[in-house]
């Protein structure tokens, strides 16, 4: 929320002393309290005016570089502000505000890299600066350097544990580094008994009993001695009302051997909760036992935060994890309750009216979602992704005439969307644009998951007379569904749950 | 088109300030009006589905019916498929039979399943109309769950012939079709398949940690192949299936409808497929059948996605001679509408055609192009509901819905004229099977419809002022007796709106259901047609002039 941060940043320079050199006259210093008077009434483009005059007259001047930029942050000049801010900062490198601005600027106008050192030097200046401290986390998650990210984002919640937002974005870090540490395992070893039994955790936590059962079963075969399996698969039998096949179960693993805790000390430090502890050590090991114990460490610090979110009152972030939880189990109409929630609290947030269009689509209500995007472009007439969204809630309306428009300029906003150009192609294709249709598909491509943008093509050429091109196309289509088609062991209702081997 | 990006950004804005909606009807254009009456007619069906905690699929996919006449008194009938006990899948109690219900006019319907004797076997889903044996009574096939039945009309009471026929088969079938893919005169038979299923089947589908359990999406059911029976002529038929080409593709089949897509004389066949691509056969005239339905441009909508495909009708919807190809599919999925552009290709113009946006939010099984105010232009009705009970639990959409009619505008077009219909003036239903036919004789297609756990439906068309029309019961010599395969094509200069009309007799129409009727068409203000002409499959061509119109005209085909 770079509105608050920056109001703060502006009411403290406001009453900050004048930066102007004494000896510069009456003249400026009138000039100067003007360019005061207009940041506090919010007339920030006519402050920007004053202080370029400013900046001109007394040229070098720090203060007033800082000054101009903020002006022109304010006024949303974001790309006018970088050079006055950094000037300044060379002038004055230990001046605070001027590398919380360089940060936020550099934020807002999506440079992330370039944000950080700013708001790392602002962070070392003023360790106790939340607003600095978040805007860091803030680039490092966009940067997915969620390592760097995480002892900014664990000082912040335990700072200040009432704060929701503290707690969720520490939650999601955690989630991702567990994501990571899950990539690096599948990287190491593909086949890995831990791999599968992670997996098998995941597909438990989603309800998929059999599907774990059988993961489990894998992972015990490669890997008897693993502790924690035979347990698993002893509380699925109770699940599936087998107490007696859960008994057996048991037992094995009662009769696994203790870990050796002077060796084992990942398995002995998750087991005594010491999750950080874990996550410290398994770091710096680039074993799969290290990454497995990361990912399990890591988790269990995600559910931790997440639990702390919960115990708080209702927030914006409470009600956004819940959403996210819901949409992703494909409940969405409990998830758009919960974007509901979020917007009622903070009603001026763009990204949770996204969201909320988002949840709407994927559970069909267009009309809802359409009326949420036409509400979210009216606020931001150029938003690339609200227009690329409602461009798709219109075909799926069966309105591409009003859908070109609107994703003409989604391509114009961000040239590199490919979903907006394959929705543009769908659109000039529905209304007999053939030709026009084409190379937007053919941009898209790269985008096309289920082969129905293969075919799409091969019928706007067809329906543009390059028959060759067609059959091209249209092959092209046949090979990716066939390459993509599922095997045998897709169907059915996979094999059942069996009794202990 | 301008080419002035900003001003039509404006535009755009302006429009998007506008709520969405039907088109409204043209004015001075009467209204299609529809009433059930099937409790007044002596219908008294009700599908039962046995609907099980366990959702099993076939639950959701039953419901066939079929029109016909089944004992010559020239007057339709109506035939309704039925479920059993799960998982026995037998027929163990009365509320499960099959049921027939004769037409003994002025709309009032007597239930003679029991002196008929097609209380039937099984989980019944399908029913297809034919007269295979070209006695002039029409037999029937019924297809279920691992079982098909071929019943023999012998004068009015049914007898089972599967075993003789060498129709056995342990399938799971939703639809059928007869046809004569060979012209040698006799009806065959195609059999549309849809996976493979047994009552044990436990997987989990729908949201465990709310405990709903949901239907399973078929892409967890392998596809399997359809079947294709010739006819000997001696009472008994020849599985072609692979032979034919036929049983190539892989699909998860839920109906079928034929015509000549390509005016070559042989018919063909296209089969709706369920989140597969559908499939268009073209009969090659030596005994086999090329799927060509990815080049053709029907497997697919335009956006190339895969749809859950329902029903389907194989008919002229905008009179250039030419048969399209109508489908029903789940909300969100639009029903598409392929037009034939000639030369084996079609274009899907579902957009074009407006029908688009009309049916965006709905979910449609059974359908069929018929014209149901006799203006000329043949018109869509389509049986709706959801597949997934528990879909409101899940999205925006419904799972209950009413029927809906579209207006042929005659331009290409179509207009919801659903509302003001009769057709939401009852309760939404599950609706899956429908029959069409002029069930009074007064010229006005009648439309039955099935509902699961539902009292089934009796449309009585009571249009206003619709126009005049003929009805053509094609009787076969040389060609198949019930004449299925024949194109009919009528001329009048005396209404404007239309000059000329394309049908062909079918009895493969929307899903799992069948309908025997003479071939009608609305002939809005001509009096008389100038000119009736029959393309019969046998090749014989028969031409009558100044037929009067209101009027069953009964042709024989010429020797």
């Known amino acids: ?501 | 088109m301008s080419s002035r990006p900003a001003v039509l950004a404006v535009l755009a804005a302006l429009e998007l300030a506008r709520a969405p909606g039907p088109a409204p009807p043209s004015p001075g254009v009467p209204p299609i009006l529809l009433k059930d009456v099937a409790r007044e007619a002596g219908i008294d069906f009700v599908h039962q589905n046995c609907p099980t905690p366990r959702k099993h699929l076939i639950e959701t996919m039953p419901g066939g019916v079929a029109v016909f006449d089944y004992d010559g008194d020239g007057r339709p009938d109506v035939f309704f498929t039925n479920g059993a006990t799960i998982p026995s899948l037998e027929k163990d109690a009365p509320r499960y039979f099959n049921r027939l219900f004769r037409n003994d006019g002025g709309m009032k319907f007597t239930d003679v399943t029991d002196a008929a004797g097609l209380r039937g076997a099984g989980y019944s889903m399908a029913a297809a109309v034919g007269d295979y044996d070209n006695d002039g009574a029409p037999d029937l096939f019924v297809g279920g769950v691992h079982r098909q039945a071929l019943y023999r009309n012998d004068g009015g009471r049914f007898e089972d012939v599967t075993e003789k026929a060498g129709l056995q088969s342990g399938q799971w079938v939703v639809g059928a079709g007869w046809f004569d893919y060979d012209n040698d005169g006799r009806l065959d038979l195609l059999v549309v398949n849809y996976t493979v299923w047994t009552a044990d089947y436990d997987r989990f589908c729908g949201d465990s940690s709310r405990n709903i359990r949901v239907y399973c999406h078929p892409k967890w059911f392998p596809p399997v192949s359809l079947s294709l029976y010739r006819n000997r002529g001696d009472g008994t038929f020849e599985d072609v299936s692979a032979r034919s080409g036929i049983a190539q593709p892989q699909a998860r089949g839920m109906a079928v409808a034929f015509a000549d897509y390509d005016q070559d004389g042989r018919v063909d066949a296209y089969v709706t497929d369920d989140k597969l691509p559908s499939l268009l056969f073209h009969n090659q005239g030596d005994g086999t059948f090329r799927e060509v339905g990815l080049l053709s441009g029907v497997s697919l909508p335009e956006h190339g996605q895969e749809i859950s495909a329902m029903g389907a009708d194989f008919r002229d919807y905008d009179n250039d001679g030419l048969p399209d190809i109508q489908v029903t599919a789940l909300a969100g999925e639009s029903f598409p509408l392929y037009r034939n552009l000639g030369k084996g290709l079609f274009q899907d113009v579902t957009h074009r055609s407006r029908l688009g946006p009309l049916v965006a939010a709905r979910s449609g099984w059974s359908n069929g192009l018929f014209d149901f105010d006799n203006d000329g232009w043949k018109d869509l009705f389509t049986a709706d509901s959801h597949v997934n009970d528990e879909i409101e639990r899940f999205e925006s959409s419904a799972y209950r819905l009413p029927n809906s009619i579209f207006r042929n505008m005659g331009d290409g077009t179509f207009s919801d004229a659903s509302a003001g219909s009769g057709l939401d003036a009852g309760p939404p239903r599950v609706h899956r099977g429908a029959g069409f036919a002029d069930f009074d004789g007064d010229g006005r297609i009648d439309v039955v419809v099935s509902a699961l756990q539902g009292p089934a439906e009796l449309w009585w068309n009571r249009s206003p002022a619709s126009g005049h029309w003929l009805a053509v019961r094609l009787i076969g010599t040389k060609s198949n007796r019930d004449g299925i395969g024949a194109a009919v094509r009528v001329t009048a200069v005396a209404d404007p709106r239309w000059r000329q009309q394309y049908d062909h007799m079918t009895t493969a129409v929307g899903y799992a259901s069948s309908s025997c009727g003479p071939v009608h068409f609305g002939l809005g203000a001509a009096r008389s047609v100038d000119e009736l002409e029959i393309r019969w499959p046998s090749g014989t061509v028969q031409v009558l002039k100044d037929v009067t119109a209101d009027q069953i005209l009964a042709v024989r085909e010429r020797q």
């Open chain 1, 1 to 501: 929320m770079l509105g608050a941060r920056l109001l703060v940043a502006v009411v403290s320079l406001l009453f900050a002393p004048s930066l102007l050199l004494p000896s510069q006259g009456d003249e400026l210093a009138a000039q100067s309290r003007r360019g005061k008077d207009l940041m506090a009434a919010g007339r920030y483009a006519e402050a920007a005016v004053v202080y370029r005059e400013l900046v001109k007259a007394v040229p070098g001047n720090p203060g007033l570089l800082l000054d101009l930029g903020m002006a022109l942050h304010l006024s949303g000049q974001d790309q006018e502000a970088l050079a006055p801010l950094q000037a300044a900062e060379r002038l004055q490198p230990r001046l605070l505000p001027a590398a919380l601005l360089l940060g936020a600027v550099n934020l807002r106008l999506g440079r992330a890299a370039a944000a950080v050192a700013p708001l790392q030097k602002a962070v070392r200046l003023q360790p106790d600066n939340r607003e600095a401290r978040s805007m860091l986390a803030e680039a490092l998650v966009d940067l997915e350097r969620y390592a760097d990210a995480e002892p900014h984002l664990r000082r912040l919640a335990q700072t200040a544990p009432s704060d929701p937002a503290a707690w969720f974005n520490l939650g999601k870090v955690y989630e991702a580094l567990a994501g990571q540490a899950f990539e690096r395992l599948l990287k190491r070893d593909p086949e890995s008994p831990l791999a599968l039994a992670l997996v098998a955790d995941a597909r438990l936590k989603q309800d998929q009993r059999t599907a774990a059962f059988h993961l489990y079963r894998q992972a015990i075969d490669r890997a008897p001695g693993l502790r924690g399996l035979h347990g698993a698969v002893a509380a699925i039998y109770r699940r599936a009302g087998h107490p007696d096949w859960a008994a057996v179960e048991e037992e094995r693993e009662r009769g696994l051997p203790r870990p050796d805790c002077s060796r084992e000390t990942l398995e002995c430090g998750f087991a005594a909760a010491r999750h950080r502890e874990v996550v410290a050590s398994a770091s710096k090991l680039s074993s799969p036992e290290a990454c497995y114990w990361l990912v399990r460490s890591y988790n269990e610090l995600a559910v931790q935060a997440f639990a702390r979110l919960a115990a708080l009152p209702a927030s914006v972030e409470s009600h956004e994890w819940l959403a996210g939880i819901h949409r992703s189990e494909r409940r969405y109409l409990e998830s758009a309750e919960e974007w509901r929630q979020a917007m009622a609290l903070a009603p001026r947030d763009p990204r949770l009216k996204t969201e909320l269009a988002i949840t709407l689509r994927l559970g069909r209500d267009f009309p809802a979602a359409r009326q949420v995007l036409e509400e979210i472009l009216r606020a931001e007439p150029d938003s690339p992704e609200a227009s690329a969204l409602l461009g798709d809630v219109l075909l799926a309306l069966e309105e591409p005439e009003r859908a070109i428009p609107v994703l003409e300029k989604a391509v114009r906003l961000d040239e590199k969307s490919l979903p907006a150009h394959g929705a543009l192609g769908r659109a000039y294709a529905l209304v007999g644009r053939a030709s026009e249709a084409i190379p937007h598909l053919r941009q898209a491509l790269p985008a096309d998951t289920d082969g129905s943008l293969r075919y799409q093509l091969a019928r706007s050429y067809q329906a543009a007379g390059q028959a060759e091109l067609a059959g091209i196309a249209l092959k092209d289509y046949e090979e990716f569904k066939k390459a993509s088609s599922p095997g045998p062991e897709a169907y059915g209702q996979g094999a059942p749950i069996t009794p202990p081997r």
